[in-house]
């Protein structure tokens, strides 16, 4: 019997993680518009953007330190999870209606918002994987 080749697995990993990562996505981001029902900034989208770069940073961290994950794992959690759970695309669709609806100051807090604490949860996530 013919084994598939390693890139047809892979794949399966990462289309199986980014459907757990999407469901994830929808489940928390649905969570906080539940606790701030009319944002003027798309909060959902943030708190999922900057836990998805802690998770990652911690993670992949973790992965290169400690050799925590194996590499199917990582293919699952990293690119399929994480990757189907941040929400980068939906990020640069809000930005641009908020300019559309001529929010200028809401959209550049939405950007600084994302940038500053994506970036600083990635770096939190990297440092706290190194302590462990």
Do not use: H, K
């Amino acid at each position: 019997m013919p084994v598939a080749p390693r890139w047809l697995a892979d794949g399966g990993l990462v289309g199986l993680g980014g459907a757990v990562g999407t469901i994830l996505r929808y489940w928390v981001s649905g969570a906080v518009y539940l606790i701030v029902p009319a944002p003027r900034v798309p909060w959902g989208t943030l708190v999922v953007n900057v836990t998805g770069c802690f998770a990652i940073g911690l993670l992949g961290g973790l992965a290169d330190t400690r050799g925590l994950l194996t590499a199917s794992a990582r293919l699952f959690l990293l690119i399929g999870v994480l990757g189907g759970f941040t929400t980068f695309s939906t990020f640069g669709y809000e930005t641009l209606s908020l300019l559309r609806e001529q929010a200028l100051a809401r959209a550049s807090l939405n950007v600084g918002l994302q940038l500053a604490l994506g970036l600083g949860a990635a770096w939190a996530g990297l440092a706290l994987s190194r302590l462990w």
